[in-house]
């Protein structure tokens, strides 16, 4: 050690440590200086820690961007955003759409949406079993843009249905249930929420009935992720079923059918809540 650094250590024992000894001075030194860099490789190691955790967040937020444009963008979603402005433009559609509404629903084991509509004016809406299944809270989007809580009333998994109230509130806009099943071949309309879109109309046939469960109702009109609890309406305005899924075909001009639980199962449905 040279002179000049020594009369600096010198100067900082006089100072500071002149109640310890000169070599516990050195040993105290000696330990801060070990101990400076295994400090700043935590915070090294932390300040990485915390940039590994914003670049992961800033992916997901990527990909979940990606996904939505995906499903804009994708080439049958363009096509039936056609065939829904298209359709809306009829006036009956367009006063039945005011009934249908957005589900949200929110539990511990992640959120869902779906579609739904009113029934009654005074807030009783009809949807399916599996999107409100295991959701701790279910938000209502109404045609105005009102975002109301819901409360579930009853709920049938075998029929895939559930109905749903929201309390104190009434005027809502309504469809009517058909008595009777639509008969094969019969023009339909189906208005929902598919993929990232709201009030999509579109339309098909009738397809009879499915073997995929006990008289499901197969129809033609594309059915897409957000459909599910979307009402299927005849020509005369009137539902004859509830969209709850759809099944993949060995067809060459059709992919997929629209799977709905009939205007009966509701009915049977409905009946019950009220024993």
Known sequence: MDDKHKDKLDELYDEKYEEISYEEFKEALDEEAQRKPSDNMEKKKNR?????????????????????????????????????????????????????????????????KGTGFFIEKEGLVLTNHHVIEQQDTIGINTEDGEIYEGELL?????????????????????????????????????????????KIANEGKILGEETTRENALGISAPIYRGNSGSPVISENGDVTG?????????????????LAVPIDDVHSFLEETKE
């Not at 009853?154 to 809502?172: M, N, P, Q, T, W």
């Not at 009517?176 to 339909?188: G, P």
């Open 48 to 112: 990485r820690g915390v940039r590994v955790i914003a670049v992961l967040l800033t992916l997901m937020l990527v990909f979940q961007v990606l996904a939505m444009l995906f499903d804009m963008f994708r080439i049958d979603a363009i096509e039936f955003l056609k065939t829904s402005y298209r359709l809306s433009q009829d006036e009956d559609i367009q006063e039945w759409k005011e009934a249908v509404v957005t589900i949200q629903g929110e539990g511990r084991f992640g959120r869902s």
């Open 154 to 198: 009853a709920s049938d998994a075998e029929k895939d249905l559930a109905l749903i109230e929201i309390e104190g509130e009434e005027g809502f806009e309504t469809l009517h249930l058909q008595n009777k099943i639509s008969e094969e071949n019969e023009h339909i309309y189906v208005i929902g929420n598919p993929l990232s879109f709201t």
């Open 242 to 258: 509830v969209v709850y899924a759809k099944k993949s075909i060995n067809h060459p001009e059709q992919e997929s059918i629209g």
